[in-house]
């Protein structure tokens, strides 16, 4: 775990380059896998309560198209801009609320900052949500699941949906 006391983060600033190992961060993202270390280049800079982190982090992160299901290498460049905030103490239930300008804030409990937190919440929203392996990926045949990239099927192109309702009238005739 990565975590820097606050009291070592001296006045002009904290650089930090590290390389983290994706099995240790519980990146828990279903259908993709991290198959190589996580580069994380950081500057720390500390404001009275407030300490700042800027820089990048660096993942390779091993998708599968959603069309044609080939799995395939996606490069992750990260930039980061955010902050640390001291952690608040709970509310009553009911009365938690989160202002807009605060939600991209990372929070900190006594006297570190836990960088792996950050670094898992940054990788994972950086996971594309659909990836496809290029953009004119062709995908499979729904009905011979031939990779239409690769080559074409014998299949009948799919009915026209168009018409459905007209068959479907037909049908009851
Ligand atoms: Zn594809
Ligand atoms: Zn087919």
């Not at 919440?121 to 996971?127: F, N, R, S």
């Not at 290029?134 to 018409?163: E, K, M």
Request: glycine share 6%.
């Amino acid at each position: 775990m990565t975590q820097i006391p606050i009291a070592e983060i001296p006045e002009e600033g904290l650089s930090l380059s590290y390389s983290e190992d994706p099995a240790e961060l519980d990146l828990a993202v279903s259908g993709v896998r991290f198959p190589q270390p996580i580069a994380v280049d950081l500057v720390l800079v500390k404001a009275a309560q407030v300490i700042s982190a800027t820089g990048r982090i660096e993942a390779s992160v091993m998708c599968e198209c959603v069309r044609c299901l080939s799995p395939f290498l996606v490069r992750l460049d990260i930039p980061v801009a955010t902050q640390f905030v001291p952690a608040r103490p709970l509310l009553p239930p009911g009365e938690y609320r989160m202002p807009p300008e605060e939600a991209e804030d990372y929070h900190y409990q006594g006297d570190v900052v836990v960088l792996d937190d950050l670094v898992r919440q940054e990788v994972i929203l950086a996971v594309p949500f659909s990836p496809q392996c290029r953009a004119d990926c062709r995908g499979l045949c729904p009905q011979c699941g031939q990779d239409l990239n690769v080559g074409t099927c014998a299949c009948a192109p799919p009915p026209d949906p168009r018409w459905a309702a007209l068959r479907e009238y037909l049908k009851g005739k």
